[in-house]
């Protein structure tokens, strides 16, 4: 049998003036009689770490857990900590009533591709309104072998939607692998604003669909049905970045077709603003999540490059009012379920073209696709939209098309 092993740290939140959520969060008891047996742990001690200075908690083939939490229904609250982790994965589990699973199943399995060197995890969370007790935190080590730290759960939740936005956090934090990108780093050389930026560079090599990696942020807390704007600044050394939003897959955008997804190309050193604003889905079940994917291949001049690299910065979601904020370029009237429009493009540019209904309630509003005047072309470029698939009953739709 294979042993996991994990390791935990501080927690501690204000019930009252003197009580902490979680006992023994900093792990500086000489026991371990606060934290219970999540079946029968192969190893539970407490050790000290020496890169992190402290008492740790080590729990092989099994795991830990604390049960009646004290936590109010209705209110919200923070949970974090640090983690490292060798092999296999370390899950944390906010259960009401059950160790097993998750009251909101939303489950952060911790592993060696995000936490092979220490990082930290936040997760914010609301306790359901029937609340009425036995909250409980559980920390399994599963089939490998883990180490965590500074455990703590706060009341109150941070208002950015997007965690760690800024780039400013010392580790990668919320900011997951998608794929395996060779390099995934904060840097301090020339970001866009603060102290340092998102670095992120395929694996070089002649199979570029392989080698396709990048970052994303999952369990994103945005509302159902609601406007938004993502934004952030970019800057692509090469191949380009297809940044995307997911509906439990980091595969696919939720709102584009398949395959269908914004193109960033290479900015020549220079940082570039990219914003698209979107409604959310009437339900979202289970995991909303903003993906950052590089591509060594450039769809637009349908050229590969070796590796792709890029830097990100300044990342946010807000709530958008889309009546107050969109400006149409174009309206053009569709009379059937598609719309064939035309625009003047320039030499060298690349454009995106975006589109919304009349915005009456139940409207849609993304990205459709870029398009590029390529070396040597100018003059016009045309576009056919399929409103059918995006919804029936109206007529008008607005196109604003941009230079990127």
């Given at each position: 049998m294979k042993k996991a092993i994990a390791v935990f740290g501080f927690i501690m939140m204000s019930w009252c003036a003197s009580a902490q959520i979680v006992q023994d969060g900093d792990m500086e008891a000489a026991d371990t009689n606060a934290w219970l047996d999540w079946s029968v742990p192969f190893v539970k001690a407490k050790e000290f770490d020496a890169e992190r200075g402290s008492t740790v908690l080590h729990v092989a083939t099994g795991g830990v857990q604390q049960l009646n939490l004290p936590v109010t229904a209705g209110a919200e609250y923070t949970l974090r900590l640090s983690a490292k982790v060798k092999t296999g994965t370390l899950r944390v589990v906010l259960g009401i009533g059950d160790s097993n699973s998750d009251f909101e199943n939303?489950?952060?399995?911790?592993?060696?591709?995000?936490?092979?060197?220490?990082?930290?995890?936040?997760?914010?969370?609301?306790?359901?309104?029937?609340?009425?007790?036995?909250?409980?935190?559980?920390?399994?080590?599963?089939?490998?072998?883990?180490?965590?730290?500074?455990?703590?759960?706060?009341?109150?939740?941070?208002?950015?939607?997007?965690?760690?936005?800024?780039?400013?956090?010392?580790?990668?934090?919320?900011?997951?692998?998608?794929?395996?990108?060779?390099?995934?780093?904060?840097?301090?050389?020339?970001?866009?604003?603060?102290?340092?930026?998102?670095?992120?560079?395929?694996?070089?090599?002649?199979?570029?669909?392989?080698?396709?990696?990048?970052?994303?942020?999952?369990?994103?807390?945005?509302?159902?049905?609601?406007?938004?704007?993502?934004?952030?600044?970019?800057?692509?050394?090469?191949?380009?970045?297809?940044?995307?939003?997911?509906?439990?897959?980091?595969?696919?955008?939720?709102?584009?077709?398949?395959?269908?997804?914004?193109?960033?190309?290479?900015?020549?050193?220079?940082?570039?603003?990219?914003?698209?604003?979107?409604?959310?889905?009437?339900?979202i079940t289970g995991d909303f999540r903003i993906v950052l994917p590089l591509n060594p291949y450039n769809y637009l001049t349908r050229t590969t490059n070796d590796f792709a690299e890029a830097e990100v910065d300044d990342l946010a979601i807000e709530p958008y009012d889309a009546k107050r904020d969109l400006i149409p370029d174009l309206d053009i009237a569709v009379t059937g379920a598609e719309g064939l429009f035309q625009w003047p493009v320039t030499n060298g540019l690349v454009y995106s073209l975006e589109y919304t209904t009349n915005l009456t309630p139940g409207s849609v509003w993304r990205a459709v696709r870029n398009y590029g005047g390529l070396p040597g072309f100018d003059g016009q470029c045309s576009a056919t939209v399929d409103v059918s698939k995006v919804l029936t009953g109206y007529s008008n739709f607005f196109f604003r098309v941009r230079a990127q």
């Open positions: 939303r489950y952060y399995d911790l592993s060696a591709a995000n936490y092979g060197t220490w990082n930290a995890m936040e997760r914010r969370f609301t306790v359901p309104a029937g609340f009425t007790h036995d909250f409980r935190l559980a920390l399994v080590a599963s089939a490998g072998e883990a180490w965590a730290d500074d455990v703590e759960i706060t009341a109150g939740q941070d208002a950015r939607i997007v965690l760690d936005g800024d780039m400013e956090n010392a580790q990668l934090g919320q900011w997951w692998r998608w794929g395996t990108p060779e390099l995934k780093e904060k840097s301090a050389a020339d970001p866009h604003a603060g102290a340092q930026s998102l670095h992120f560079r395929t694996f070089s090599g002649t199979n570029w669909i392989a080698n396709r990696s990048g970052l994303q942020q999952r369990f994103v807390p945005v509302a159902t049905g609601r406007w938004y704007r993502l934004s952030f600044w970019y800057r692509v050394a090469s191949g380009t970045l297809c940044p995307r939003l997911g509906h439990n897959d980091s595969n696919n955008d939720y709102q584009l077709g398949l395959g269908e997804f914004p193109v960033l190309a290479a900015t020549g050193g220079e940082w570039r603003f990219y914003e698209r604003a979107f409604r959310t889905p009437d339900a």
